[in-house]
């Protein structure tokens, strides 16, 4: 029935937002096996819903040559109970391109195994999705006539025929009825039309409950959260508090909203963005002050004053990643010791380097982070690599050394507030849930983590929408973190998905 519901009509985006808020897709860029793989899933809105899985393995040359299937299991299942796996089609005119369709028949975090068999052997890799609902499709009000009309056509012909059966199925052809039958008649059809009447309105009763059911359980909510500036001796903390029955209440078992899993070694990212210039980003991990994980804290770094948006990161145990929303207002100066709760706190407050084929942003260090965006303008909906690097004071490459285990950490934020993103080059996965499904969660996350890396950095992403944006993207130098912004106006894509 809600699969049916769902179909019937147009799509209508829920004001409600999700991990990564207003960017629920999937994108993930890493290895199966000898092949380099980008995945990307795209959620059909609705659950149950067909997701759009695309795989591209780079440097195939023959499609035929390859065999690619996916295969998706939820978190408390795991791949053993999930549906066979399902092969991928070639895309004609792209040779590196796989496209297949997978159902999704629960809002869950799900485990998707990703395997490719070909001349250079096989393998295969776990990506992280989750289904999530974050749509509500209801009925046009094209359909919603026409089913009224049929409707009223169906109940006045099932009277009709009451009432004629009544009156005349008894009696010779030719022959009139009476007085008594015509008064029989219109008692049966009067009781069928109160029968009906019951029909109709029990049916409502049902198809609201559905709806309302869907909309409370099915469709995505993040956690209610608040946040808080408070001053502690000459401290100011901000403290995000958690007050929703779904994490203080029994869980549920089919979302996994457990316990919270340590993402980059950190319990929570706490992101604050000040409005509505997005001229002033914090990048926080603040700490649980009770053993139920209600209240997180934090050290406010120095920050000019203003009203902050206020992203909260978490990954359940299920693998589960969502990002609590809430705001803030600070007045007077930021921090007044500046001194950081976690080593791996960072901010940063200043302008952005405009759009272009080319754009660079001073680092201060002697470096300056290069976003090579292309000729091309970029489209809302088209997945593509961002690609950055780092270059010294001769314009030569230079290294970055991993923030948390990661060459670098990208924030993506649209202007109107209703986009945020955590990315990643492995793109928009969550760590934590990547660990967790490939069974090393033990693993230390930052295994290698003063090594110099290649400062080349490349990171799928597609913009769910179009409208100016800003991108800041943070890497590790000297032991220092450094943090550039840059602006984007994502245009309208010609495509429409
Ligand atoms: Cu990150």
Redesign the pocket.
């Known amino acids: 029935m809600t699969r049916w519901r769902a179909e019937a009509a147009a799509i209508v985006l829920a004001a409600a937002s999700m991990a990564h808020v207003g960017s629920a897709d999937t994108f993930f860029a890493g290895k199966a096996g000898p092949y380099d793989l980008h995945v990307s899933v795209r959620l059909p809105g609705v659950i149950p819903g067909r997701a759009q899985v695309a795989v591209r393995v780079l440097g195939a040359t023959t499609p035929q040559d390859q065999r690619v299937t996916v295969r998706a299991g939820q978190w408390n299942v795991g791949l053993k109970g999930a549906p066979p796996p399902e092969q991928a089609t070639a895309v004609p005119g792209d040779p590196e391109l796989y496209a297949a369709e997978l159902w999704f028949m629960t809002p869950s975090s799900y485990q998707m195994a990703v395997a490719v068999d070909g001349p250079s052997g096989s393998g295969s890799v776990i990506v992280p999705v989750l289904a999530l609902a974050t749509a509500e499709r209801p009925m046009s009000p094209w359909l919603g006539a026409v089913l009224a009309a049929l409707g009223v056509f169906l109940t006045a012909g099932l009277l009709t025929i009451i009432g004629s059966a009544v009156r005349e199925s008894v009696l010779p052809p030719g022959l009139e009825p009476d007085r008594v039958r015509m008064r029989r008649a219109r008692f049966g059809v009067s009781i069928m039309a109160i029968l009906a009447g019951l029909a109709l309105w029990g049916g409502n009763v049902w198809w609201n409950a559905e709806a309302s059911s869907y909309s409370r359980s099915v469709l995505y909510r993040p956690f209610t959260s608040h946040a808080t500036v408070t001053r502690e001796g000459d401290r100011r903390i901000v403290t995000l508090s958690i007050r929703d029955d779904r994490w203080t209440g029994r869980p549920d078992p089919h979302t996994g909203y457990n316990a919270l899993l340590p993402?980059?070694g950190k319990l929570m990212?706490l992101f604050m963005v000040r409005e509505p210039a997005l001229d002033a980003l914090a990048?926080l991990h603040p700490v649980a002050r009770t053993p139920e994980a209600l209240d997180f804290a934090a050290d406010l770094p120095p920050l000019p004053p203003g009203r902050y948006r206020v992203y909260g990161?978490i990954v359940h145990e299920s693998g589960y990643a969502q990002t609590l929303v809430s705001s803030v207002e600070l007045t007077g100066a930021g921090g007044a010791t500046g001194a950081a709760t976690d080593a791996d706190d960072s901010w940063f407050s200043g302008r952005g380097t405009a759009e272009a084929a080319t754009a660079t942003f001073d680092l201060g260090d002697g470096t300056r982070l290069e976003w090579q965006r292309g000729d091309q303008p970029i489209a809302a909906g088209v997945e593509r690599d961002l690609r950055f690097v780092v270059r010294d004071a001769a314009g030569a490459a230079a290294t970055v050394e991993p923030?948390?285990g990661?060459a670098?950490?990208?924030?993506v934020v649209s202007r109107d507030g209703s986009v945020f993103a955590?990315?990643?080059p492995s793109g928009s996965v969550s760590?934590a849930a990547m660990q967790k499904f490939a069974g090393d969660a033990a693993a230390d996350p930052h295994a290698g983590h003063d090594m110099p890396i290649d400062s080349a950095l490349a990171v799928p992403y597609a913009f769910p929408k179009a409208g100016p944006f800003r991108i800041f993207v943070?890497v590790r130098r000297g032991g220092q973190v450094k943090t550039a912004a840059f602006d984007v106006d994502i245009r309208q894509s010609v495509r429409t998905r």
Do not use: S
């Open positions: 993402d980059h990212h990048h990161d923030y948390m990661m670098a950490h990208l924030v955590h990315l990643h760590m943070q």
